[in-house]
Structures are given as structure tokens and as C-alpha cells.
């Protein structure tokens, strides 16, 4: 059932109205806390929430997050994301390239096939570069260096 007709279904006269209609459709709210942030001069311009296991970046419109360059690739890149195996509250993010004109990078380097990104990692979106923010990777980084020093 679409959200258009679940929408139409019900009278949605409050947020948690909505967030229950969207449920009822599938829909499942995930609270990433990672971001990218589009650089220009090293300065933030915009902040894009990574809030879907599977977030599309690209010239076209029907991307998530739109990047108006003749530069990128009408579907250039994708990033994905995966629980944890250990600690499964923190998520693995991963970007791919979809075999782009002018590339994908992370940190200048090329992307073949798909790589992690990590905390502070910047992505380059053919001449576009874009800053990865995941501050729970921060966190999960500290605890696992606190759970290998108690070991000793």
C-alpha cells in the first residue's frame, strides 16, 4: 500500500500520526546520526543525512542527494549502510561507484568496487567534495579501544 493512499485512508493531523502511517507502509525510521557535508572552499554549503539503508548520489533528480554538475553522472555513486556484526547499534557505511564518467574518490583515491568509509573521510563525487560526519563511529572506536585495553 503506497503512502499517498495510506495518507488518504487516515486522518494525519499530528507527527506521530504520520511516523505510524509511514510504518504502515513499510517504512522503517533509522537514526543514522552519519552525514555527508558538501564542501565548497573547505566551507559547508549543505548537510545530507544519511537516513536510508540504500542512498543514491547523482545529476538526476530521483537520486537522493542531487548534485547539479554536467560533471557527475546521471546515477554516479551509492551508499549503503550495515549493522555492525559486534556491536549491531552502530552501522557500517559503504560507498560505490556505478561505473561514473568522472570517478568516485575517498581521500583521492579512486573507488573500485565498494569501500568503507570512516569518520572524516572525504568523498570526491567527480569534481565535488563532500565531507563523511559519522560521530558513532567515533564512539564505537573509543570502545573497542577501551575493551582491547582491559584484555592486558
Known amino acids: 500500500m503506497g503512502i499517498q493512499r495510506v495518507f488518504s485512508q487516515k486522518k494525519v493531523n499530528s507527527t506521530l500520526n504520520i511516523i505510524q502511517a509511514l510504518r504502515e507502509t513499510g517504512w522503517k525510521e533509522v537514526k543514522t546520526m552519519a552525514l555527508l557535508a558538501q564542501l565548497v572552499d573547505d566551507v559547508v554549503v549543505h548537510k545530507f543525512e544519511i537516513e536510508h539503508e540504500s542512498m543514491t548520489i547523482g545529476r538526476h533528480p530521483k537520486n537522493h542527494i542531487v548534485v547539479d554538475d554536467g560533471a557527475v553522472s546521471g546515477e554516479h555513486a551509492v551508499i549503503r549502510f550495515v549493522p555492525n556484526s559486534d556491536f549491531p547499534q552502530y552501522y557500517e557505511f559503504y560507498l560505490e561507484d556505478l561505473n561514473s564518467t568522472n570517478g568516485t ?28 560526519i559519522d560521530d558513532k563511529e567515533a564512539d564505537l572506536a573509543k570502545t573497542v579501544h577501551m575493551l582491547q585495553q582491559s584484555r592486558f
Do not use: C, M, Q, T
Not at 573500485?112 to 565531507?131: C, E, P, T
Open 105 to 132: 574518490f575517498i581521500n583521492d583515491s579512486r573507488l573500485s568496487g565498494k569501500v568503507r568509509l570512516h569518520n572524516n573521510d572525504i568523498v570526491r563525487v567527480a569534481y565535488n567534495k563532500f565531507k563523511f
